[in-house]
T-cell receptor, first 114, second 113 residues
Framework: DVKVTQSSRYLVKRTGEKVFLECVQD?????MFWYRQDPGLGLRLIYF???????EKGDIPEGYSVSREKKERFSLILESASTNQTSMYLC?????????????FGPGTRLTVT | RKEVEQDPGPFNVPEGATVAFNCTYS??????FFWYRQDCRKEPKLLMS???SGNEDGRFTAQLNRASQYISLLIRDSKLSDSATYLC??????????????FGTGTSLTVIP
């Protein structure tokens, strides 16, 4: 079974704080993704990575950065948290090859910025 | 135009009913198609992949029409446990860009006793 874990289920931070969200997958997947999910907007891609040290901007990268130093770990960084970054953050991974290349999601981190 | 569009619902149906969800996608080069299920305050989980020939898994049937860029999900004999949000997902792979997944905003289903 693929397992994707995220460092926190719930997080409360203050405006201006630097926030780190960690994601780890145990299936040696090449691709990893960070999304945020907001009511009525669905999942929106923030950043993705298709290899170690590689990163690509998604649809809404502003205010975020990422790090992928090891294949199994993909970190999302909020350099200076703002209230409009209050959201559910979902990490996912997928393999590059295979007949079915579906994404596997972590349990999510519900971040509140006050 | 959004990459993936689906009717947000909500769909409220009685137990035992048949319900169908539809989804359209804009990129004709899309390669893989999925339906995910998301329960309240949980992560999305794969319900089924969608193949060109159509596929069935128990009470669930998925269809793909590449010409119309249209995907559907049919649920027969609805159960209370089917209540969830159903996400239509389309995947496109580009050289040197890995897999990119595009999500619809989800269709909410509530099955009523």
């Amino acid at each position: 079974d693929v397992k994707v874990t995220q460092s926190s289920r719930y997080l409360v931070k203050r405006t201006g704080e630097k926030v780190f969200l960690e994601c780890v997958q145990d299936m040696d997947h090449e691709n990893m993704f960070w999304y945020r999910q907001d009511p009525g907007l669905g999942l929106r891609l923030i950043y993705f990575s298709y290899d170690v040290k590689m990163k690509e901007k998604g649809d809404i990268p502003e205010g975020y950065s990422v790090s992928r130093e090891k294949k199994e770990r993909f970190s999302l960084i909020l350099e200076s948290a703002s209230t409009n970054q209050t959201s559910m953050y979902l990490c996912a991974s997928s393999t590059e090859t295979g007949v079915t290349n579906e994404q596997y999601f972590g349990p999510g981190t519900r971040l509140t910025v006050t | 135009r959004k990459e993936v569009e689906q009717d947000p619902g909500p769909f409220n149906v009685p137990e035992g009913a048949t319900v169908a969800f539809n989804c359209t996608y804009s990129n004709s080069a899309s390669q893989s198609f999925f339906w995910y299920r998301q329960d309240c305050r949980k992560e999305p989980k794969l319900l089924m992949s969608v193949y060109s020939s159509g596929n069935e898994d128990g009470r669930f049937t998925a269809q793909l029409n590449r010409a119309s860029q249209y995907i559907s999900l049919l649920i027969r004999d609805s159960k209370l446990s089917d209540s969830a949000t159903y996400l239509c997902v389309v995947n496109s792979s580009g050289r040197n860009t890995g897999n990119q997944f595009y999500f619809g905003t989800g269709t909410s289903l509530t099955v009523i006793p």
